[in-house]
């Protein structure tokens, strides 16, 4: 089993900047393949940024290309979501998580609040 816990989250003015950190502990971290959602409220959880389990590959929502970067410290079993150009719809709680060999998002951390004022 892996454990996740978020940081990095707060309030931000529009075109602003965060970085969101997930870090992990248990199960070797490379074992695991973290992906990061997010949820605003009265909506569904939605997914932010992954990397590819066979390639390595960064992908990220359509919504967010091109303005966050998901990138990973193996040292420190850390993964990383940089968030540029923030605008008020990046408002929500975002969550990191973990999916192992069955490919499926088990283990999931606690939350971070981001806040966008315009």
């Known amino acids: 089993q892996v454990q996740l816990v978020e940081s990095g989250g707060g309030l931000v003015q529009t075109g602003g900047s965060l970085r969101l950190s997930c870090a992990t502990s248990?199960?070797?971290?490379?074992?695991?393949?973290i992906g990061w959602f997010r949820q605003a409220p009265g909506k569904e959880r939605e997914f932010v940024a992954g990397?590819?389990?066979?390639?390595?590959?960064?992908y990220y929502a359509d919504s967010v290309k091109g303005r966050f970067t998901i990138s990973g410290d193996n040292a420190k079993s850390t993964v990383y979501l940089q968030m540029n150009s923030l605008k008020p719809e990046d408002t929500a709680v975002y969550y990191c998580?973990?999916?192992?060999?069955?490919?499926?998002?088990?283990?999931w951390g606690q939350g971070t609040q981001v806040t966008v004022s315009s």
């Open positions: 998580a973990a999916r192992g060999i069955t490919g499926q998002y088990n283990y």
């Open positions: 248990g199960r070797s971290f490379s074992r695991y393949n």
């Open positions: 990397t590819s389990r066979t390639t390595g590959s960064p």
